[in-house]
């Protein structure tokens, strides 16, 4: 159980802070995602059956989900020999799977693929990409993170309370500086500048 608590603190704690990073640049989207904010909560604080509502929001996550996973990568070890197009996977052997790098190829998310564009994610997620297995941010199949809807909902509610109360801006100080490590997290932090509503 600690280790479930200890996973998801990391990527809820990721995923509302590479959010609010995109939406300070990109405020046409922190406007919409605010405006429907409004609409559907009404004044009222999130909740679970709210948050579902919210399919601007949703999109927006899923993009910053895609651009920023955090969970760059997934170790794996093969159990029986497999053949991986012309390669031999011996048994035993440790591999990688980059999940980072299929969410940045073009061939699966088109020439924008380094653009922050929520639009991509307006009808299901299998339709976002070329493939319906070219996003996995929390990995995929029998082998999908348990705190996945844990962490999902969280970061909505942390982000539907945040544009109720308040319009933000990137700082001028804010350098870009994405590292991988057990997260996807930014090196110089997210400075924002919030304004009360």
Known sequence: MQNFFSCCFSSTSVLPTWACILLSIHTDWQDKARHE?????????????SAARLKILNMIVNETLRLYSPQPFSLRIVEKETKLGNLKIPAGTNIEIPFIAVHHDPQ?????????????FAEVVAKASKSSR??????????????MNFSLIEAKL??????QKFSFTISPNYKHSPACRATTWPVHGAHIIFQNL
């Open 37 to 49: 904010v409004e609409q559907v909560l009404q004044g009222n604080p999130p909740d679970y059956e």
């Open 108 to 120: 699966e998310w088109g020439e924008d693929v380094d653009d922050f564009n929520p639009a991509r």
């Open 134 to 147: 070219a996003f996995m941010p929390f990995s995929s199949g029998t082998r999908v993170c348990l705190g």
């Open 158 to 163: 942390t982000l539907a309370m945040i544009l």
